[in-house]
């Protein structure tokens, strides 16, 4: 069984949000500089908009994770969440990419699920998955023969 391309594209939502953040600050800073005819060539002045760039990427990381915090739910539902103990799961992003496991822990305020990858897994709490990084396996698409 095989996710739906609709479905790993999600698992990346809150990379997708941070780099949108920072990206339109990043071009907002960029328009506000054209607008004043402040980009010109000289190295000076490429310098100076260099050390601007900084503080406005953290700025634009905070907002894209501001973004995440209202995508990332409607993503989950998408992946299906609630998940409940007992449902059978695909692993959509990290180390685990394409496994099948079963949920064992659903931890609901942190939007978490526990999954079964063996008792070292278990041990070293390298089983704990955001909602968006698993699907459930019936919204797999089947393989071609």
């Known amino acids: 069984m095989k996710p739906a391309c609709y479905h790993c594209l999600l698992a990346h939502t809150a990379k997708f949000c941070i780099l949108a953040g920072i990206g339109g600050s990043v071009g907002i800073l960029l328009l506000s500089l054209n607008a004043q005819d402040a980009l010109v060539g000289s190295w000076p002045m490429i310098g100076l908009i260099g050390l601007a760039v900084l503080p406005v990427v953290g700025i634009g990381y905070f907002c894209g994770a501001f973004i995440w915090m209202f995508v990332g739910g409607i993503s989950a539902r998408i992946q299906g969440w609630p998940f409940e103990v007992g449902d059978e799961v695909i692993v959509l992003a ?30 070293s709490v390298e089983d704990v998955f955001c909602a968006v990084l698993v699907t459930r396996l019936r919204n797999a698409v089947p393989p071609v023969p």
């Open 94 to 123: 990290g180390k685990n990419k394409g496994q099948i496991a079963r949920v064992y822990e659903v931890w609901e305020t942190r939007g978490q699920v526990r999954l079964d990858l063996g008792r070292e897994a278990k041990e």
